[in-house]
């Protein structure tokens, strides 16, 4: 199994920026990559972006791409989402989770503990 730590998230206006981090161990070998998902209150998860394990290769849903990047630190097992031109609309819980397989690239199966994301106007 694959255990995620999440750091990072809180308050910001419109227009700024965060960052966040998701710390993986344990067996990350035979994963396929390791994806950003977020939930806003009353809505359905939705999926943000992911980058392939053994490549660093990223793909992102069409709505965040080119405000959000994600990228890893091979050494600490460390993903990050960089989160620039923040709107209130990004307000959510943020997740990162292993994405088992290519075949499904926008799952997850195990997952972060979530980080609180607020962007006020």
């Known amino acids: 199994q694959v255990q995620l730590v999440q750091s990072g998230g809180g308050s910001v206006q419109a227009g700024g920026s965060l960052r966040l981090s998701c710390v993986a161990s344990?067996?990350?070998?035979?994963?396929?990559?390791l994806g950003w998902f977020r939930q806003a209150p009353g809505k359905e998860r939705e999926f943000i972006g992911a980058?392939?394990?053994?490549?660093?290769?990223?793909y992102y849903a069409d709505f965040v791409k080119g405000r959000f990047t994600i990228s890893r630190d091979n050494a600490e097992n460390t993903v990050y989402l960089q989160m620039n031109s923040l709107k209130p609309e990004d307000t959510a819980v943020y997740y990162c989770?292993?994405?088992?397989?290519?075949?499904?690239?926008?799952?997850?199966?195990?997952w972060g503990q979530g980080t609180q994301v607020t962007v006020s106007s």
């Open positions: 344990g067996r990350t070998s035979n994963i396929f990559g």
């Open positions: 980058i392939v394990w053994i490549s660093s290769r990223t």
């Open positions: 989770a292993v994405v088992p397989s290519a075949a499904t690239p926008r799952e997850g199966d195990y």
